[in-house]
Each structure stands twice: as C-alpha cells, then as structure tokens.
C-alpha cells in the first residue's frame, strides 16, 4: 500500500503552483509548460512567469527549500519550450485559421485574442511578437492569431525567437539574481511571486488604458 500512496503523492500536482509543479518535474516540467502555454489554447491558464522566475530563483540553493535545479539545463528547457511552442501554435494557426479560438467558450480566452488582434494592428508584426511574451494569456492566443492572419513565417519565426529568448532566459535571470543576492529569499517566495504576477499584467492594464484614452478621444472629436 505504501507504494501506490506515495505515487498518488506524486500524482497530486497544482499545476496553477509554480513550486508544486517543479516539485514534481523539475526542469522537464518548465520545458512542457513553456511549450503548453505557448503553443496550445489549453494552457492559457498555466502559471508561465512565476514558474520562470521560481525556477530560476531555486537554481541558487540558497535556503532549506527541497527543490534545487541546475541553471545551464533550466535555461535549455525554458527556452526550448517557449520557442518550440510559439512556432507549434502559429503553425497551428496557419492550418486551422481562426476555428481554433471560435471553437473555444472561455471568455477569457476570446478576450485574449482580442487583446492579440488590437496588438497587432496597433504596433505592426514585430513589436507585437515581442510585447505579447509579457503579457499572460495574449502570449498564448497571438501565436495561432499570427498564422490565422497570415503573418509572414520569416517574420514571425525571427521575432518569436526574439522574444521568447528574451522573456524565457531574462525572467529565469532575474529569479536567479535575487536568490543569489538575497540570504533564504525562498522564505519570501510567495509575496515575490505575487509581485511578478502584478508586474506581468502592467502591460495589459496599460493597453487598457490606451484603448479607454483613444476611445474617449474619439468620441470627443466625433
């Protein structure tokens, strides 16, 4: 009985927890959820930030925490992931077109590829590519927007990388740096994590705002 119970233990994983899934996983796990979230519409929901930083932070094995990872093949795994999952769902996109997203009943998911479509439209293929990483959900819905809209493959292939490079490796960075410069920083992880989280909708909640601004300015001239 014992064998079962703890492989049950095992089984039981949070995977909206950054420290229960790499509790779990390891390395591997941020590899899949970094291809999950970016590549297919079900991983929206998936905790890509704070698992990034997490990760990086309990590299430094500073503190009593359990999990402890290696750097060199968390970075290999968290850019791997991202980049292979941002091309598997423009390519997704380019095939399917748009019936992927109308098929889907989650509002927030619809929101999201709103959010996409505007970002696209507002500061072109490029700039957009590279905006949508930081922002949760819209980073999972542009890429088969993308290939829906019929984004040039070179354009997007070559930004996504840009991108997912930059967001993958630098938020593993930063969870890194401040566990190696901060003594048991692991027994703050929970308020740091809730402080990634808020830092990662300031650019959605700032597109908010635009998007309010310009409408009211709209009206004002109309």
């Known amino acids: ?21 790499l509790a779990a996983f390891g390395v591997l796990g941020v590899g899949v959820v970094m291809f999950a979230e970016t590549g297919l519409l079900i991983g929206f929901f998936l905790p890509g930030d704070s698992l990034l ?3 990086g932070l309990l590299c430094t094995g500073t503190g009593d925490h359990a999990v402890k990872l290696s750097l060199g093949p968390l970075l290999v ?6 980049l292979a999952g941002s091309q598997c769902g423009y390519l997704l996109g380019r095939k399917a077109g748009g019936a992927l997203l109308a098929r889907s009943r989650s509002q927030r998911l619809r929101e999201g590829a709103q959010r996409a479509e505007e ?8 700039k957009a590519i590279v905006l949508a990483r930081f922002v949760p ?5 542009l890429n088969p927007m993308a290939g829906a809209l019929g984004v040039p493959p070179r354009t997007f292939t ?8 930059v967001w993958s490796i630098g938020l593993t960075l930063a969870g890194y740096a401040l566990g190696s410069s901060i003594p ?4 703050y992880l929970l308020p740091v994590v809730a402080v990634i989280a808020l830092v990662s909708l300031i650019p959605l909640l700032t597109e908010v705002l635009r998007s309010r601004r310009a409408a009211k300015a709209k009206e004002a001239r109309g």
């Open 158 to 165: 070559m930004w996504q990388v840009l991108g997912g490079l």
């Open 137 to 141: 959900v819209v980073r999972t819905v």
């Open 184 to 187: 048991n920083v692991d027994k």
């Open 119 to 126: 970002l696209l439209e507002r500061y072109g293929f490029a």
């Open 53 to 55: 930083f997490t990760a």
């Open 1 to 21: 009985m014992i064998a079962p119970l703890h492989l049950s233990s095992q089984l039981a994983v949070n995977v909206l927890d950054a420290q229960s899934l």
């Open 77 to 82: 795994a968290a850019a791997v992931g991202a």
